[in-house]
Each structure stands twice: as C-alpha cells, then as structure tokens.
C-alpha cells in the first residue's frame, strides 16, 4: 500500500516571500503520479501541480514549482512571490500508474497562513 | 459546461438513521470517488466505481454502500449513521483512460448528532 506523509501541520509565511510545503512517500511502484492540491476556506478542492514519476524534469505552474526527489521519495511544492489568496490548505496525494485509472492517496494536509 | 455537483452541501442527522449523499457528474466520467475529509487525517477513500455496475471497496468503507446505476451518479449511503461519520464527504470524476486530473464536488459536510 501507498502512504503519503506531510509532517508539518502549519506552516506561515510573509506575503511576497517563497515559502517550500515538505511530501514524502513511499510505494514500491515505478510508475507513478503525484499532486498537490490546494483547498482555500470556500472547501473546494483544487489542483495546483502534477508531476510524471517517469519525468526527470520539475513541474512547473507559474508560481509553483516542485522538487521531485525519486530515489529519496520526497515531493516538496514552491511557493514564489506568496500571494494572501494562497492562503489554503494544501495536500499533497498519490495516484498509481500506468493508465491513471487509479484512486488518489492522500497525505495529511498542511494549513499555510499567508501574513500581510 | 460540464460540472460534478453534490447534494446537500449541509445535513445534520440522527445516529441510526439512514442517510444518502448525493453526487452527479455531468463530465461523462467513468470514475467516480468518495472520500471522507477529517482533521489529522487527510482525504480517506471510502468507494469508489470505474463504470456503471462496478462498486469497490476503499480504505474506510464500513457502514458505507454505494451504487452505480448509471455514468452520472453514485450515491453514498450510510445505512446506520453514527457519531463517527460526522465528516466532510467529498465525490470526484476522473475520465481515466491516461487522463489523471480528478474533479471535486464541493463537498457535503455532515453532521450525526
């Protein structure tokens, strides 16, 4: 079975600066995604990144970048230029491959307060 | 445009009673997703289908059921509600098939009192 850890429950940040949201993993799969979605207080669940396990190149979405780490099974999500309407909850989730025709394996969630 | 909608986005219950949450897709998906949104713990699978007449069991499904009768709907149902399954229900679409990006209801917060 797959597990998703996020060991930070909160984290903060000051509006304007990079804040870095810690994942790991673990799985004895090869093939593979990985997400992180966000979740403002509106409840609704929105996809921020996705990430290939058979691509060596970041992901990369605007303001938000990761860091795939595949030996080391870690999966941290960048945040540049942090935005107060980044302030959400974000998870980060796992979903077997090939074919995508999978369910999504999800960590804790971290709580990121965005200051003015 | 093409949405997954769930009803009611608030239910306050008593503890034994049946309850079904809905949620209907319109995307044309043949996955559809229940999971259970607690503090400390995540998103958790309750069940999920990968097409009409296919149920399968997620990681917490006991004391849940659920049916797929058609492409556009799975219902969740709690055959005995207890304390325990006060939670935010969330249902997601995916289209499978190589496509990974699943879609959310907004979510049913349900309360067993």
């Known amino acids: 079975a797959q597990t998703v850890t996020q060991s930070q429950p909160e984290m903060s940040v000051q509006e304007a600066e990079t804040v870095t949201l810690s994942c790991t993993y673990d799985?004895?799969?090869?093939?593979?995604?990985l997400f992180w979605y966000k979740q403002p207080p509106s409840r609704q669940m929105i996809l921020v990144i996705r990430q290939e396990a058979y691509k060596q190149q970041n992901a990369t979405e605007n303001r938000f970048s990761v860091n795939f780490q595949k030996a080391a099974k870690s999966f941290s999500l960048k945040i540049s230029d942090s935005q107060l309407g980044d302030t959400a909850m974000y998870f980060c989730?796992?979903?077997?491959?090939?074919?995508?025709?999978?369910?999504?394996?999800f960590g804790k969630g971290i709580t990121l307060s965005v200051r003015p | 445009d093409a949405e997954i909608t769930q009803s009611p986005r608030h239910k306050i219950t008593e503890t034994g009673r049946q309850v079904t949450l809905a949620c209907h897709q319109t995307?044309?998906?043949?996955?559809m997703f229940w999971y259970r949104q607690d503090l400390g713990h995540g998103l958790r699978l309750i069940h999920y289908s990968y097409g009409v007449q296919d149920t399968n069991k997620g990681e917490v499904s006991d004391g849940y059921s659920v049916s797929r009768s058609n492409t556009e709907d799975l219902p969740l149902t709690l055959e005995s509600a207890a304390s325990s399954q006060t939670s935010v229900y969330f249902c997601a679409s995916s289209p499978g098939q190589g496509n990974t990006e699943a879609f959310f209801g907004q979510g049913t917060r349900l309360t067993v009192v």
């Open positions: 995307w044309n998906h043949n996955n």
């Open positions: 989730a796992f979903m077997m491959g090939p074919g995508a025709n999978s369910k999504l394996t």
């Open positions: 799985t004895s799969e090869n093939n593979y995604y």
